[in-house]
């Protein structure tokens, strides 16, 4: 890098230039640092206001960062030149709820009816922890984040309904209100724990058994934080088995213009 | 009170002018619902600048609402009215250290090198805490907030040290966050908690015996939340032994006419 100033603008668009020539096609952490990533859901517009009335319902787990119409690829609220079809580096295409293919382009499978859209990832906030200086001990493990069904239900709409998923990352106790201190101010990525200490009184059962990701042990003298996690709105869309739905693959997301502290509420 | 409109800013100076006539000399606990009340220290000069100092390097215990001149019994920044001579429902008088007196009144006490020390008091960010919802379990018993003496140190400053004391209250989990966001905007009332769950971490070996105020016991499903007190100051006062000093009597504090609402930094 030398000592010549970094564009940063262009370090998104430039992640996304390479992702779309198929030069990017597995994991976006630590791409384009500083910016947003989002959550991608591709649903034939059948389904579209009952989803998106379920994102209304449910903004911890499913806070929506921007909805395109019906057909089209661009989204300019998130980076002029974004192409929803070419975008992301891996997606997931699910036939009848059937996982049938894992592309790096979805050119070929484009429709008049299908809507995108982008939730906000806990990327944003994990960000703004790591830049308060805050340990993400499932990072330094080299893990993923352990995840969990809890026994809270989401708020139901239309076909859409399912129990409340959730991440969790311990801290020491000043550091837990650190924690959310710092998250409060990001709404717009999942925001706020939902709970903290106690697992048992939201269904967790065991927390060296998660039911998505890595298992993280939690010392004695720290607290287990769980935030609403974007694997909610997953498993969801899962249970309803759409004739027809693309996702992003796992941790391979949408590289956006936005900055995480715009999303910073104060 | 009918249909007419209550002047509350007249409310907390008619309570002052109450005190004042020796009308009101106890607890001053749901007196001008809405305004700031303020734990009272007052000292010689000769302490003033390092108290004033501990003050500034621990304000999380210690936040300062106001400080007099030397020999200044008015303190128009939280009242144009107000003498702290009078003002102050019941007082502690300390010689040596030792409690010589309990008056309703202090002017035959005054000196022009006294120097009033106003610090903010949990009755601020307990008034946010209820009006958002919450419940405060020690409130529903008639009882005193529990108080701990932690293993935290204070920062100390000239002859003033000493642990750090807690007051504790306790929630669900997802009211504890909720807690932590509401009195995180509170910093000039002690603010957010300095610590959650786990009290054998801060020094608190058991919860059903509290150093000040009374036991309040935590349910199962629930956590104790710990708010750095303002007994801090009280005990390392105490510790020091000044040739002289006055407090407010517990409980019986000064009505100022700040609206809580007023120290809300968002």
């Not at 993923?144 to 801290?171: C, D, E, K, Q, W």
């Not at 298992?215 to 694997?231: I, M, Q």
């Not at 936005?258 to 509420?265: C, G, I, M």
Request: proline letters at 9%; glycine letters at 10%.
């Amino acid at each position: 890098m030398g000592d010549a100033p970094v564009n940063r603008q262009g370090e998104a668009q430039e992640i996304r230039q390479r992702i779309r020539r198929g030069e990017i096609t597995g994991h976006t952490s630590g791409l384009a640092s500083g910016r947003v990533q989002g959550n991608v859901v591709i649903l034939p517009q059948v389904l579209a206001a009952d989803f998106l009335r379920f994102c209304q319902l449910n903004p911890k787990p499913c806070p929506l960062l921007a909805v395109g119409t019906a057909g089209d690829h661009a989204l300019p609220a998130l980076g002029a030149d974004i192409d929803m079809r070419t975008d992301v580096p891996r997606y997931r295409v699910f036939r009848g709820g059937v996982l049938v293919e894992e592309p790096t382009d979805i050119r070929h499978l484009w429709r008049a009816d299908l809507v995108s859209f982008i939730l906000g990832c806990s990327f944003s906030f994990e960000w703004a922890l790591l830049e308060d200086g805050l340990t993400l001990r499932h990072m330094a493990l080299g893990r993923n984040v352990p995840m969990y069904r809890t026994s809270i239900p989401t708020a139901p709409s239309g076909p859409f309904h399912g129990p409340l998923v959730v991440s969790m990352r311990s801290f020491r106790p000043a550091e837990a209100i650190r924690a959310v201190q710092i998250t409060s101010r990001f709404p717009g990525v999942h925001g706020a724990p939902v709970h903290i200490g106690l697992p048992e009184l939201i269904g967790v059962r065991d927390l060296a058994q998660p039911d998505w990701g890595d298992a993280v042990e939690v010392p004695a003298d720290e607290l287990p934080l769980f935030w609403a996690c974007g694997v909610t709105p997953q498993a969801v869309i899962a249970e309803v088995k759409p004739e027809f739905c693309i996702t992003h693959a796992p941790g391979s997301m949408l590289v956006t213009d936005l900055r995480n502290s715009q999303l910073a509420v104060f």
